[in-house]
C-alpha cells in the first residue's frame, strides 16, 4: 500500500521560509501529478501549487513569486519551498499525487504557523 508522509511545517515569523517535503512510500509508481493543497480554519481547501509529469506548473495568485513546488522522481518526493510567508499563509499543508494503478493519494497534512 501506497502512503504519503508529510515533513517540514512549523511556526516562523513573516517574512520566513519554511521547505515542506511529501514522500511516497513504495517503489516503481507512475506519477501523473504532484501536488500542494492547504486548509485554513474555517476556509476550504485550496490549490497552492501543482506539477505535473511533463513538469508543468501552476499557481495559486496568492504565491506566485514566492512558493516553488518541485519534485525528486528517484525518491518520490514532491517538495514546496515557501518564502516570504506571510501570516495569511498559515494553514495545514497536504500533499497531493495522482498516481497510475492508485488514483488520488492525500498526506496526512503539517500545519504550517506564520506569527511574530
Known amino acids: 500500500q501506497v502512503q504519503l508522509v508529510e515533513s517540514g511545517g512549523g511556526l516562523v515569523q513573516p517574512g520566513g521560509s519554511l521547505r515542506l517535503s511529501c514522500a511516497a512510500s513504495g517503489s516503481s509508481l507512475v506519477v501523473n501529478a504532484m501536488g500542494w493543497y492547504r486548509q485554513a480554519p474555517g476556509k476550504q481547501r485550496e490549490l497552492v501549487a501543482r506539477?505535473?509529469?511533463?513538469?508543468?506548473?501552476n499557481y495559486a495568485d496568492s504565491v506566485k513569486g514566492r512558493f516553488t513546488i518541485s519534485r525528486d522522481g528517484a525518491k518520490n518526493t514532491v517538495y514546496l519551498q515557501m518564502n516570504s510567508l506571510k501570516p495569511e499563509d498559515t494553514a495545514v499543508y497536504y500533499c497531493?499525487?495522482?498516481?497510475?494503478?492508485?488514483?488520488?493519494?492525500w498526506g496526512q497534512g503539517t500545519q504550517v504557523t506564520v506569527s511574530s
Open positions: 497531493n499525487f495522482g498516481l497510475v494503478f492508485y488514483g488520488t493519494l
Open positions: 506539477l505535473t509529469n511533463n513538469g508543468n506548473t
